[in-house]
């Protein structure tokens, strides 16, 4: 076993050994992660006892007891921290097969996870701040399987990451060349590094934009939490007091001053939110989306971004199961949208990987076509959901609007009776309202079935589609409830490697065409040469 040593040793394929760099041998090959990595796991234990410390120096205010425990306690956090990363450092082995990885894991049960190379989609490279001060990578083996990649070493060394990430792959193709001789008696062709082509990239000044459009008030959900959380610990409710009635003060004040200085107060204080709001989306999108560049290489899509936290993926183009584009309300006025991967590999912990996150659709259009898709045609042959279904829609939608009408108008009309005609008004209105809105939203909930693809639209004020090629849907089913067979409508449910594709509100007739078609698709496909496409 490698002892104190991380991936540094591992060779690529036809790399010549060296005194650093042995010869590779028959036996597995037994190796640990970066050393550093107990540092990492030490920070992160002390990371997650600040506020302990904090609240323990300071809940006794002029005590100097308290800062004494406050100091044994992160002495105490550091030490045993110290010993159990270490520990499980020491623990933590890794083996690189002929014709697997095994992950060895555990301090008090040990725990062994073996992935074929066969089953590896591809090894993805993420860093975040700290282990990129180090110049430690997290290594990913993405294999598809639901929950996030299956496999994963934190932390290694860059070098070593990066031949980590090369070796598996050549392992992999080799198995895969050797399957397609097998079968076909010939070689695919090779996967030999080319200069990789800009497919997307987002600069610093279209960032800016993304980031007006990323309006958030999580600040203050997240202050509100700790204050609570800090409440268990210390005494802030005269503080929240203070601050409270110096607010009543202010806010009685205004009110002295005439209804324009209150118009210009509460405009004031709206413009105070949409800054803390712009703020936070304007951080949260640099930090994630930084530096970010999609590219198309000879092993499919190259996803790279982030600031604190940088990410490295690489999604086969084979493994794209379907297309999602996507807006919100105010940015699909302006014309941007979004461009997601419904794919076999996993995206922290998502099958849908974004890869443009904001951009026109003359950006997305040549990715969705690099990808094997085509947008929709203006005279595509879309067909719209049921009318009983748009029917049934606005029954449902209102209905809860009307019961809370005749319930609430009943028990106000006894207690309250003054409030009643007011009340039952409200509710009718927005029965009303939720019908009309469910009619118009009807327009937009479309289907289309091609040669190669099936499409679905939805949504009025933000309006998405899903695309999926109809050789790589795996099944179809047609779903009915009690409602849609009494009504002569279904839901089309395709099997989707990697996510969900649901249509509903189909005529029964349409659904059994759609159904009907695709499966004779599916049974025309040979998945056996789409999973060696690579």
């Known amino acids: 076993m490698s002892e104190g040593r991380d991936s540094a040793v591992i060779a690529p394929a036809g790399a010549a050994p060296s005194k650093d760099m042995p010869a590779p041998a028959t036996a ?62 020491r623990r933590l082995t890794y083996t690189i097969g002929t014709q697997d990885i095994r992950v060895e894991s555990g301090v008090l049960s040990r725990a062994a996870r073996s992935v074929p190379y066969e089953r590896i989609q591809d090894v993805s490279l993420e860093q975040k701040l700290l282990p990129r001060l180090f110049g430690l990578v997290a290594v990913k083996f ?45 070689a695919p062709a090779s996967q030999s590094e080319e200069r990789a082509e800009t497919l997307f990239t987002m600069g610093p000044g279209r960032l800016f934009t993304f980031g007006l459009f990323e309006f958030s008030l999580a600040v203050f959900a997240v ?38 200085v209150q118009v210009i107060s509460a405009l004031a204080g709206l413009f105070a939110v949409f800054v803390v709001g712009s703020a936070t989306g304007m951080i949260r999108v640099f930090t994630r989306e930084w530096e970010f560049l999609l590219e198309r290489t000879a092993r499919g899509f190259r996803r790279r971004r982030g600031l604190f936290t940088k990410t490295d993926v690489v999604m086969p183009i084979h493994r794209v199961q379907a ?25 922290a912990g998502s099958s849908n990987h974004v890869v443009a996150p904001f951009a026109k659709m003359d950006e997305i259009e040549p990715i969705v076509e ?18 009983n279904y748009r029917t049934d829609s606005m029954i449902v939608d209102s209905l809860v609007f009307l019961v809370a009408a005749l319930v609430g108008g009943t028990v106000l009309v006894v207690f309250a009776p003054e409030w009643a005609a007011l009340a039952v008004s409200v509710l009718l209105i927005l029965a009303a309202f939720s019908a009309i809105a469910a009619l118009y939203s009807w327009q937009f909930k ?19 589609s899903q695309i999926a090629t109809r050789l790589k849907l795996h099944s179809v089913e047609v779903a009915q409830g009690p409602i849609a067979r009494l009504r002569g409508y279904a839901t089309i449910h395709l099997g989707l490697a990697g996510g969900e594709f649901s249509i509903p509100g189909v005529p029964l007739e349409r659904a059994r065409e759609v159904r009907r078609e695709v499966l004779e698709t599916i049974a025309a496909t040979d998945f056996s040469e789409l999973e060696t496409g690579r």
């Open 28 to 89: 597995p090959d037994v190796h640990r992660t970066a050393p550093l990595s107990v540092v990492i796991g030490i920070v992160g234990t002390l990371r997650q006892a600040v506020i302990p410390i904090a609240l323990v120096a300071f809940s006794r205010m002029g005590s100097g007891n308290s800062l004494i425990a406050a100091f044994l306690l992160g002495v105490a956090i550091i030490g045993f921290g110290g010993l159990f990363a270490y520990i499980r450092w």
């Open 142 to 186: 993405e294999t598809g399987a639901g929950g996030g990649e299956d496999l994963s070493l934190a932390y290694l060394t860059e070098d070593a990451g990066e031949r980590l990430r090369q070796l598996i792959r050549e392992r992999r193709d080799a198995q895969d060349n050797a399957a397609a001789i097998s079968k076909t008696g010939e």
């Open 223 to 260: 202050l509100a939490g700790l204050a609570q959380y800090l409440d268990g610990f210390i005494e802030i409710g005269d503080a929240i007091d203070l601050v409270g009635g110096w607010f009543t003060e202010r806010g009685e004040e205004v009110a002295g001053l005439g209804a324009t």
């Open 323 to 347: 297309i999602k584009i996507g807006t919100r309300f105010v940015r699909y006025r302006f014309g941007w949208h979004s461009l997601r991967f419904v794919s076999l590999a996993q995206d």
């Open 370 to 387: 690099t990808a094997g898709f085509r947008l929709p045609v203006e005279d595509a042959d879309w067909h719209r959901a049921s009318t």
């Open 446 to 464: 479309r289907h289309s079935l091609d040669d190669t693809q099936i499409m679905a639209r939805s949504g009025v004020l933000s309006p998405s």
